[in-house]
């Protein structure tokens, strides 16, 4: 039931968007990838918020200088963000933190192996969600992954861990190329 009510949310919220995968999850990703890399940004911010069972702080604001993350902060105060328990973000917390190159591989490399919930794409075990795309710059704005469907041996999906993640960016800042 709570994968459906998931499945069904993110199916009206994809129409709401007028996000449509006419010609395919992968073509998406392409256009809005080729997009976001003709911006050429080399120094840009976001805040993500990613939910799911883990204790990342609820919203960061990631800092990217020349393509590699600079900092991550609490985007209210500042302020070095921390993880759930207090411990600093960084460093020892920095891979739970993406650049938006990285996050589009992410996407691509889901894609690829697990196919596509929404169109249910060869593969589909389920995988990564209907991904919605900022109109101006290409960047994803918000997707999940759900890694929390297994077959059994006689075919049938069976739920058995909550180990998926969820993603939304919002507050883009960037710094235009010089070039």
Same mark, same amino acid.
């Given at each position: ?46 805040? %993500? ?12 604001? %990631? ?8 900092? %991550? ?26 650049? &938006? ?29 209907? %991904? ?32 998926? &993640? ?14």
């Amino acid at each position: 039931m709570k994968y459906f009510l998931s499945t069904l949310h993110i199916i009206i919220l994809a129409g709401f968007t007028g996000v449509t995968h006419a010609q395919g999850p992968q073509a998406d990703l392409d256009r809005n990838r080729a997009l976001w890399e003709s911006h050429n940004f080399s120094y840009y911010s976001f805040v %993500v918020s990613k939910s799911c069972f883990c204790f990342l702080p609820p919203d960061a604001r %990631v800092i990217v200088a020349d393509n590699m993350i600079y900092d %991550v902060v609490d985007p209210l105060s500042g302020e070095a963000a921390t993880m759930q328990n207090g411990e600093a973000v960084l460093p020892r917390f920095i891979e739970e933190f993406e650049t &938006i190159d990285e996050l589009f591989d992410l996407i691509a490399s889901e894609i690829e192996s697990k196919g596509d919930a929404l169109t249910g794409a060869p593969g589909w075990i389920p995988g990564i969600s209907a %991904v919605l795309y900022d109109e101006r710059y290409g960047f994803p704005t918000a997707f999940s992954i759900d890694h929390s469907v297994h077959l059994d041996a006689d075919g049938l999906r069976t739920t058995i861990t909550d180990s998926g &993640i969820s993603y939304r960016l919002r507050g883009f800042v960037a710094v235009p190329s010089g070039d």
